[in-house]
């Protein structure tokens, strides 16, 4: 069965920086597809990126990249220039290709907070 | 606009009683999800609609059950069954559940408390 790590219960950042949140997966599938969620307070999950596996180019929206390592099997986020509205929850999520019903596998979540 | 209502926003029930959480999305989707949050967890997949008339088992079905007589709506019941209801339940939708489009949209999700 594929799990999701994600070992960071809570990261801090202060306004304007950056900062880094890390997941990890494991599967025996070579094609899938991972995620990033966004859940801020308000509890409503918005996407942030998706990641092919079989595109070796890190995705990337505006002010979030992503740093995909498969063979490592890790699915970083980096925020960018981060804004007060960045604080919230974030998931990775996993779904093979294949995947019966499209089922997502989340992670634990990680809490960012930034400091003005 | 388009996109995934879900209402109440807040819900509360008494033990034994069931209770039905409404889902109703605008945005022409086929398939139709229901997750179980719990406080400082990830989302569980409890039921989910490929199609209309469809639906199948997630994870964590036990204690509830659904109904897709409509493409647009997807509607939850917790059952007196279900022996820990209390948690946030969110709604998604995506176009289809197979190839690389078919990327999950959530709705703002409905609180349940049992009493």
């Known amino acids: 069965a594929q799990t999701v790590t994600q070992s960071q219960p809570e990261m801090s950042v202060q306004e304007a920086e950056t900062v880094t949140l890390s997941c990890t997966y494991d599967?025996?599938?070579?094609?899938?597809?991972l995620f990033w969620y966004k859940q801020p307070p308000s509890r409503q999950m918005i996407l942030v990126i998706r990641?092919?596996?079989?595109?070796?180019q890190n995705a990337t929206e505006n002010r979030f990249s992503v740093n995909f390592q498969k063979a490592a099997k890790s699915f970083s986020l980096k925020i960018s220039d981060s804004q007060l509205g960045d604080a919230a929850m974030y998931f990775c999520?996993?779904?093979?290709?294949?995947?019966?019903?499209?089922?997502?596998?989340f992670g634990g979540g990680t809490r960012v907070l930034v400091k003005p | 606009d388009g996109g995934i209502t879900q209402s109440p926003k807040y819900l509360f029930r008494k033990e034994g009683q069931n209770v039905t959480l409404s889902c109703e999305q605008n945005?022409?989707?086929?398939?139709m999800y229901w997750y179980r949050q719990d406080p400082g967890q990830g989302l569980r997949l409890i039921y989910y609609s490929q199609i209309v008339n469809d639906f199948q088992k997630g994870d964590i079905a036990e204690g509830y059950s659904v109904s897709r007589e409509k493409k647009e709506s997807f509607p939850l019941t917790v059952t007196s069954a279900q022996k820990n209801p209390t948690a946030f339940y969110l709604c998604a939708s995506s176009p289809g559940t197979s190839g690389g489009g078919n990327t999950q949209y959530f709705g703002p999700g409905t609180r349940l408390t049992v009493l």
């Open positions: 999520a996993y779904r093979r290709i294949l995947a019966a019903g499209n089922k997502l596998t």
């Open positions: 945005l022409n989707h086929d398939a």
């Open positions: 599967t025996s599938e070579s094609d899938y597809y």
């Open positions: 990641q092919e596996a079989y595109k070796q």
